[in-house]
């Protein structure tokens, strides 16, 4: 899918340009993970050859967040027991949270704040997908992890006079009428920009484009849809709500998943612990490694 007319005319590498490429690794196994007999002993031979960026993940993969049954001390070891759709989550999880985690003055966000959001529209979009459609399921997680990084380029690329300017007005009139008026462009549309040179797949770059307007997705209509509802369900708990009620979702862009009782139930009673785990999903990404971890 292609942005709109009117986003087309900014030149969007003012705001991608600050962000850094993802790890040449993780772009390599994510072309591997698109066939479906590859082996994970083979995805964690590339991932190992980043001795960094391996500890990282190993360290997120042992935290709370991921739930490994056990401890695990090598890369191989902890891929295999992820299973293939856990282990792009981490991998994604491992290679954004330095991004994610940023202070977004523009948009009112603490450091810390948008990776929770993040965090919690990840795992409402994978908890939906599962109900919604398992074709969509392997990419959720990523999709929902993402969508929102485009505020992060945003933030970078504005000076401190616009940030103030920003953030006055989408306390007035909200995020995409701010943003329009202000640069001429959407966080939706800058993140597109970013996973396309992130070279993600097409399913991640749609999601992300379009989780404001999920009509205009295409064929990936859906996955856009997904986001959009889960967007909404992690924001509502991390401003304090207990449990989602339908009438709640009844104003979100056309196109959106519409949940019903029994899935609002369930995320009511789930997502907030994975919330609260994603701190210890940063901490683990942050660690300082002390010794070789194989
Ligand atoms: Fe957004
Ligand atoms: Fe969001």
């Known amino acids: 899918m292609k942005p709109s007319e009117d986003e087309r005319q900014v030149d969007l590498t003012k705001f991608t340009s600050n962000i850094p490429p993802f790890p040449k690794c993780v772009q390599k196994v994510l072309m591997m993970l698109r066939d479906p007999r590859i082996q994970l002993t083979k995805v964690a031979e590339v991932v190992s050859l980043d001795q960094g960026f391996a500890g990282k993940v190993l360290r997120m993969a042992n935290s709370a967040y991921f739930g490994l049954p056990r401890r695990v001390y090598n890369v191989t070891e902890a891929l295999v027991l992820l299973g293939y759709s856990n282990v792009r989550n ?105 996973c396309r040179r992130w070279n993600l797949p097409e399913e991640i770059i749609d999601a992300v484009g379009y989780h404001h307007k999920p009509l205009e997705a ?3 209509s859906l996955a856009a849809g997904i986001v959009s509802t889960a967007d909404r369900c992690s924001r509502l708990l991390l401003e304090g709500a207990t449990t989602l009620h339908i009438h709640e979702f009844q104003g979100l862009p056309e196109g959106s998943y519409i949940p019903d009782v029994k899935m609002l139930r369930q995320l009511s009673d789930e997502l907030p612990a994975m919330i609260t785990s994603s701190k210890e999903l940063l901490q683990a990404a942050a660690e300082e490694v002390a010794k070789p971890l194989e």
Do not use: P
């Not at 459609?133 to 959720?140: D, G, K, L, T, V």
């Not at 992060?152 to 989408?170: Q, T, Y």
């Not at 007035?172 to 943003?179: N, Y």
């Open 90 to 194: 981490v991998l994604i999880s491992a290679s954004a949270s330095n991004i994610l985690s940023k202070a977004v003055e523009a948009y009112g966000l603490d450091a810390g704040r948008l990776w929770e959001h993040s965090v919690g529209t990840a795992y409402a979009s994978q908890m939906i997908s599962r109900k919604a459609s398992m074709q969509i399921y392997s990419m959720a997680f990523s999709c929902g992890l993402l969508h929102d990084v485009g505020k992060v380029a945003i933030d970078l690329a504005l000076r401190d006079e616009d940030k103030e300017r920003m953030l006055a007005l989408i306390r007035s009139v909200g995020v995409m009428r701010a943003e329009g008026e202000i640069i001429g462009v959407t966080h939706a549309a800058v993140g597109m920009e970013i």
């Open 218 to 220: 295409g064929t990936n």
